[in-house]
């Protein structure tokens, strides 16, 4: 079972990194965060439950730490921001055994450690279930410059960053019991990694109007930026990046593409001039914002259909 709560807090505290913008962390009731002069905060918070975003047969204790971290820095990329520190709430099972929870943690800070995120507090709980862990990231941005949903305007070109569906493909894959998924053939999946550089450089220069992290899937989130904007979307299916996993590698469905989430990559518009890479991540450009509301996909070999929204969504 897992250690006594005041052991493990002792234990996250001794692994938990520093950082100047944390004045006081773990120790106290709450903590105490300096922004930097003439930024805003940002704040985001995400489930991470057992059973609903991962399985223990499936995923590597690891794994669902840094994909529970992942789902917060993905957050902070898609505003432009920077990450000031990060808050985790863990309820366990009372017959969770210990090495887990280290494990889940190692996973978590080494992710939290590669983009200098301090862990400054959360709290620790039985769970009566399974494993529950909420995710809150407080970032920054300087005042009046995060990059909203709300900003796409008619004729903003479609981008996305990376390759789409292959975090679905592994699921897929796991949900048929047939096959063995090797993490290394499925990286968006068990190796997630939060756009932060990317979302940066476009907020600096001023470049994306609007922008949203792909979580839910292609055409949810797109749907959730087009609703915010009041504009619509005409989407070409033969610009979308598929992702490329298996061995030996090959391409994934349309379907998955348009419609598989968690890979975590970034969607945004602009009516200027993108390369084709930022930050060493390939960017495409997909499609076209327009006047008209919905969505609409032209496939391969020049069809016009609406687009419909299919990715993930709690209670449907």
């Not at 100047?20 to 773990?26: F, K, Q, T, Y």
Request: hydrophobic share 40%; charged share 20%; with cysteine.
């Amino acid at each position: 079972m897992p250690l006594r709560e005041k052991s493990l807090i002792a234990r996250i505290r001794r692994q938990a990194r520093g950082s100047p913008a944390v004045v006081a962390g773990i120790g106290d009731d709450c903590a105490i965060l300096r922004p930097p002069p003439g930024h805003e905060l940002l704040v985001t918070t995400d489930f991470t439950l057992e059973d609903v975003h991962f399985r223990r047969q499936w995923h590597p204790p690891e794994v669902v730490g840094r994909r529970c971290l992942t789902r917060g820095l993905s957050d902070i990329a898609a505003m432009g921001g920077e990450p000031l520190a990060v808050f985790l709430s863990l309820a366990l099972p009372k017959r969770l055994p210990q090495k887990w929870v280290d494990r889940f943690l190692h996973g978590l800070l080494e992710l939290a450690n590669a983009f200098k995120v301090p862990l400054a507090g959360g709290d620790t709980a039985q769970s009566a279930t399974g494993i529950q862990a909420d995710i809150i990231v407080l970032g920054s941005v300087p005042k009046g410059a995060a990059v909203l949903r709300s900003g796409a305007r008619t004729g903003d070109q479609i981008y996305v960053t990376g390759e789409l569906g292959g975090s679905a493909a592994a699921l897929a894959r796991l949900r048929s019991g047939k096959v063995k998924v090797r993490p290394a053939e499925y990286q968006q999946h068990f190796h997630p990694t939060p756009r932060l550089e990317v979302g940066r450089w476009l907020r600096r220069r001023g470049l994306a109007s609007a922008m949203i992290d792909l979580s839910d899937g292609l055409s949810t989130d797109l749907a959730h930026l087009c609703e915010e904007s009041c504009v619509g979307a005409v989407i070409e299916a033969g610009l979308i990046p598929p992702a490329r996993v298996g061995r030996p590698p090959a391409d994934v469905s349309l379907d998955l593409s348009l419609h598989g989430g968690e890979d975590y990559e970034l969607l945004f518009t602009s009516s200027g001039r993108i390369p084709a890479t930022i930050a060493g991540i390939p960017v495409t450009r997909i499609g076209q914002i327009t006047r008209t509301r919905g969505m609409t996909l032209i496939s391969q070999d020049g069809r016009w259909e609406r687009l419909a929204v299919h990715g993930w969504e709690h209670f449907r």
